[in-house]
């Protein structure tokens, strides 16, 4: 971290809402860790140590930074998307998981999934291949149309993209850069997507099911 105290601070890396080995054994103690306190941590020390030259963007939340690269400057464009969507997305990660939450989804959007997908079991084997099939470092996404048919789409991004940026709305997502499965895993990526459900929120994809739009889940310092 910058030792200067007049860095600003804006992005603040959210604390893990669970200990790190709580989603044992799907995702073991080491791998938690250094997901969390390196590689999220560093998009945030990247985020605000680029913004640091711009006092006029430092005010602007991670998705509002996203959705408007117009404002941005060209010259860190490229570096606010990457480092904007490494902590967008890993805020949200974090809430997907639990290790105690609904393994299935309820009410509304069970209904929707069996609507959009023929049944749970067909969904969940879709999503994985989805996440196994993608070239490299990407997410895989279960997306709300913000339409009024709130359909429901599976997708990967690239590198940090999110899906909100196109103007759908994030419900469930895993994260399939190796780092995080690869010290449990190794290469076997499919292994890692298939047991995941272990450790997935229900309750939570169903409360982003209900709203309109993306709640934002990271904190600020500001
Ligand atoms: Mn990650």
Known sequence: MD???DTPMNHVL??????FAALEPIIDAETLRLHHDAHHASYVANLNRTLEPFPEL???SA???LLH???VPEAIRETVRNNAGGHLNHSLFWLTMSPDGPREPQGNLARAIARDFGNFEKFKTEFAEAGEAHFASGWVWLTK???ASSRLRICTTAGHDNPVTNGEVPILLN???EHAYYLKHQNRRRDY???WWMVADWAEASQRFEIPCLKDPCATGA
Not at 14 to 19: D, N, S, T, V
């Open 175 to 177: 994260d399939v850069w």
């Open 58 to 60: 430092q005010g602007h």
């Open 14 to 19: 959210p604390p893990l809402p669970y200990g």
């Open 145 to 147: 149309s913000t339409k």
């Open 3 to 5: 030792s200067r105290t």
């Open 63 to 65: 998705i509002w930074l």
């Open 69 to 71: 690269p117009e404002a």
């Open 193 to 195: 997507l298939r047991n």
